[in-house]
C-alpha cells in the first residue's frame, strides 16, 4: 500500500476568487521554483486577464480584484526572480513586470508591445510625397462631389475625415450610432481610389458574421444613394471607382485573417500579408488585443488600414479595450488621423439624448431625456423575479402577435427558383448544409418573417441567472409555445429564433447569426438565415436554409445578451439590467451599447439605483497600450 498523499500548498487555497485555471498556474510557477508570493501573484494576473485586463497592477490595485496591494519590498523582491522579466530585457519569460508595476503574463505583454510598436509606425510614415497646393485644391473639388455639393457644418467632420485619410497607414473613424460612419468610409475609400496611381485592392471585415453582413448591406445601400441621390448624384466618371469598392462578401476577421482552427493561429501575416492595399475593419471595439496584434502584423507595410467603430461602447468579451485606447491616446494629442463624428443624422433625436446622457455619465440628464421621449422611450422598474415575470408575459404576448413571424409558405410558383445555393449541397440528396432554391413568394414571405424578427429584441446584461438570458429564452419560449399551440416538448417549431453561438467555416455560418424556424412548404422545418451575397448593389438578399440538426452550436435568440447584440439595430429594443446595484457588470458601456440598439423606441427595464450604478461606473481595463501608443518614438517609462 502507498504511502504517497498528495498535499495542496496552502498558498493555493488562499483566495476563493480563483478559478481552476488560476490555481493551475499557481501549482505549475511553485512546481518550477518560483516562490510563493509569484506564484499568487501569477495567479491573479491569470484573473485580471479573465476580466479583459492586460496586466494586474501591484500598488494600485483595481477593486475588481481581492489582491491587496504589495509593498516595494514585495514588488523588488518579485523582479529578482527567474521568471519575471523588465520591459528592456531580452530574454523571453513567463512573466514581466513594467517600471509601472504593471505585472503581465508574457502573451499580453508581447502582444500590446508589438502592437504598439506597430502602430507608431504606421503612424509616423505616410503613402507618397505631401500634397501640393494644386492637388489640394482638386482633392477640395472631389469633397464636393462627394458630398453631393454641399458644405452642410454637420458635415464637416466627414469632410475632413475623407480628407485626412489620404495617405494615411493608420486611419481611425469613431462616433455614436446614426452619425455616417459607414457612408463616411464609403467617400474616403472613393477619395482613396481617385487619389491612387492605379486601382487600389480593397477588404472590408468586422469581428462577427452579423456585424460582417450589416457592414456589407450599409455598403451595398450607400452605393445605391451615392448614384441615386436626388439632387446631386455621383458623376458618371465615378462610377467605376464605386464598382471597385466591395459588396458582395461579409468577411468576418477570422475570415480575412485565415483562421486556421487546427493551429489555433491566423494563416495570414508578416510572412503572408493581407492581399489588399486598403483594409476596413467595422465595429473595431469589438476587437481584443491579441486580434489587433494579428491584424496589424497581416496588413502589408505600405497599405492603409482603417478602424471603425464607437469608442464608448463595450470593450471585447476577451483581453483589452484596444479601440478605447486608441482613441484615448489620439484624442490626447489632437492627431489629424483620428476623426470623431458627433452628430447623428438620424431622425429621433429623442434617441440621440439619451444616448448622449449616458455616454456622457449625467443620470440626470438621462432621466430628463427619457421623460422627453414618451412613449418611444420607457424605463420599467423591474427589482424582483415576480416584475420581471410580468414584464416577460406582456413581452411574449407582443411576440406572439407580431406580424409575419409565422408565415404559412406557400408551394412555389411556376416562376422558377429566387435564389440557388451558394454552396451546392455535398450529394444530390444533401440539402442540410445548401441554401433551398425557393420561389419568389415564399422568399419574400421569408425575408418578412426574418424582418418581423428583427424589429423587435430583449437585450439582458447578464447569461446566467433568473435575470439572464438563458432563463429568460426559457420563460419566453414557454409563453410563446402556449399562444402558438405549439407542444410543450417540442424543440423546433415555426417561430423559434435562435444565435449562432460558434463559427463554423464549413457550412459558413459565424457567431452572432440569428435564424428563425419555419415550416417549408412541405411541412418540414428548416432554420433560415439572411447572406450578404450576391452581385453589384442592386444585389438581393440571399436566403440560406439547413435542417436543424445541422447546425452548428446555438441557443435560443429571443432574448440575447448586449455583447451579443453589438452589430445590430432593432426598431424596438428592451434593456434588461439585473436589480443587484452592486453587481460588477453593470457599466456605463454595458447600458450604452444596450441603448443604443435601438433605432426607434426602447425599454429600459432596470431600477433606478441599476442605472445610477451604470452610468457611473466606466469601464477600465489594466494595460499600457494607451501610454505606449502616445509615447510615439520611445518606449513607456519603464524602459
Not at 208 to 221: E, F, M, P
Not at 228 to 241: E, I
Not at 259 to 276: K, M, T, V
Not at 437 to 462: H, K
Request: hydrophobic share 45%; with cysteine.
Amino acid at each position: 500500500m502507498s504511502n504517497y498523499a498528495f498535499k495542496r500548498d496552502p498558498g493555493e487555497l488562499g483566495a476563493q476568487w480563483w478559478r481552476p485555471i488560476d490555481r493551475a498556474l499557481y501549482r505549475w510557477v511553485r512546481t518550477h521554483g518560483g516562490s510563493e508570493k509569484l506564484a499568487a501573484t501569477a495567479a491573479w494576473a491569470s484573473l485580471a486577464d479573465g476580466q479583459g485586463d492586460t496586466a494586474l497592477p501591484l500598488t494600485d490595485v483595481d477593486s475588481r480584484s481581492g489582491l491587496s496591494p504589495l509593498t516595494a519590498a514585495d514588488i523588488a523582491e518579485l523582479r529578482q526572480q527567474a521568471m519575471v522579466a523588465t520591459v528592456d530585457s531580452a530574454q523571453t519569460t513567463p512573466f514581466v513586470l513594467d517600471a509601472a508595476s504593471r505585472f503581465y503574463l508574457w502573451r499580453n505583454y508581447a502582444h500590446e508591445r508589438d502592437a504598439a510598436a506597430l502602430i507608431r509606425a504606421r503612424r509616423t510614415s505616410r503613402l507618397g510625397a505631401d500634397i501640393s497646393a494644386a492637388e489640394a485644391a482638386r482633392m477640395e473639388a472631389d469633397l464636393d462631389t462627394l458630398f453631393h455639393g454641399g458644405r452642410r457644418t454637420e458635415e464637416g467632420p466627414q469632410r475632413e475625415a475623407v480628407r485626412s485619410a489620404v495617405g494615411r497607414k493608420l486611419f481611425v473613424l469613431t462616433g455614436g450610432p446614426g452619425t455616417g460612419k459607414t457612408t463616411t468610409v464609403l467617400r474616403m475609400l472613393l477619395m482613396l481610389q481617385r487619389r491612387a496611381t492605379k486601382p487600389l485592392t480593397i477588404q472590408i471585415a468586422a469581428p462577427t458574421g452579423k456585424a460582417a453582413q450589416r457592414l456589407v448591406q450599409s455598403v451595398r445601400q450607400g452605393k445605391v444613394d451615392l448614384r441615386s441621390h436626388s439632387s446631386a448624384p455621383l458623376p458618371q466618371d465615378w462610377h467605376a471607382l464605386l464598382d471597385t469598392i466591395p459588396d458582395t462578401d461579409a468577411l468576418t476577421l477570422h475570415r480575412l485573417l485565415g483562421f486556421q482552427p487546427w493551429r489555433n493561429a491566423f494563416r495570414r501575416s508578416a510572412r503572408d500579408p493581407i492581399a489588399a492595399d486598403v483594409v476596413v475593419v467595422d465595429e473595431a471595439s469589438m476587437v481584443d488585443l491579441a486580434m489587433l496584434h494579428a491584424l496589424l502584423a497581416a496588413v502589408r507595410p505600405d497599405a492603409t488600414l482603417v478602424l471603425v467603430g464607437d469608442a464608448d461602447q463595450l470593450t471585447s468579451v476577451a483581453t483589452g479595450s484596444v479601440m478605447m485606447d486608441l482613441v484615448t491616446a489620439m484624442e490626447s494629442e489632437s492627431a489629424s488621423d483620428l476623426v470623431r463624428l458627433k452628430h447623428s443624422f438620424r431622425a429621433e433625436k429623442y434617441l440621440v439624448a439619451i444616448n448622449e446622457a449616458v455616454r456622457a455619465g449625467d443620470p440626470s440628464a438621462l432621466t430628463d431625456a427619457i421623460g422627453a421621449a414618451g412613449d418611444n422611450a420607457v424605463h420599467r422598474t423591474i427589482d424582483d423575479a415576480k416584475q420581471l415575470k410580468q414584464q416577460l408575459g406582456r413581452w411574449a404576448k407582443q411576440l406572439a402577435a407580431t406580424n409575419n413571424l409565422r408565415p404559412t409558405l406557400p408551394e412555389p410558383p411556376s416562376t422558377g427558383p429566387l435564389h440557388t445555393a451558394a454552396e451546392p449541397p455535398a450529394s444530390p440528396g444533401d440539402l442540410q448544409h445548401a441554401a433551398v432554391e425557393i420561389g419568389a413568394t415564399r422568399g419574400y414571405m421569408v425575408r418578412a418573417a426574418l424582418a418581423a424578427l428583427g424589429q423587435r429584441q430583449l437585450l439582458c446584461a447578464l447569461r446566467e441567472t433568473e435575470f439572464g438570458a438563458c432563463a429568460i429564452n426559457g420563460m419566453l419560449e414557454r409563453s410563446l409555445r402556449k399562444a402558438w399551440a405549439v407542444a410543450a416538448y417540442a424543440e423546433w417549431y415555426p417561430g423559434r429564433a435562435i444565435i449562432i453561438t460558434r463559427n463554423d467555416y464549413g457550412v459558413g455560418l459565424f457567431n452572432g447569426d440569428i435564424g428563425l424556424c419555419l415550416a417549408d412548404s412541405n411541412g418540414h422545418l428548416r432554420v433560415w438565415f439572411q447572406a450578404a451575397q450576391g452581385e453589384g448593389a442592386s444585389a438581393d438578399i440571399a436566403l440560406r436554409s439547413f435542417a436543424p440538426n445541422s447546425l452548428p452550436a446555438h441557443e435560443a435568440a429571443f432574448a440575447i445578451t448586449i455583447h451579443k447584440s453589438q452589430g445590430s439595430e432593432y426598431r424596438h429594443a428592451a434593456v434588461l439590467l439585473p436589480a443587484d446595484a452592486d453587481n460588477r457588470i453593470l457599466s456605463r458601456q454595458l447600458l450604452y451599447t444596450g441603448i443604443s440598439r435601438a433605432k426607434a423606441e426602447v425599454e429600459l427595464w432596470a431600477t433606478d439605483a441599476a442605472i445610477a450604478a451604470a452610468v457611473a461606473t466606466p469601464v477600465s481595463r489594466v494595460g499600457g497600450l494607451e501610454q505606449r501608443i502616445a509615447e510615439r518614438d520611445r518606449e513607456i517609462a519603464s524602459r
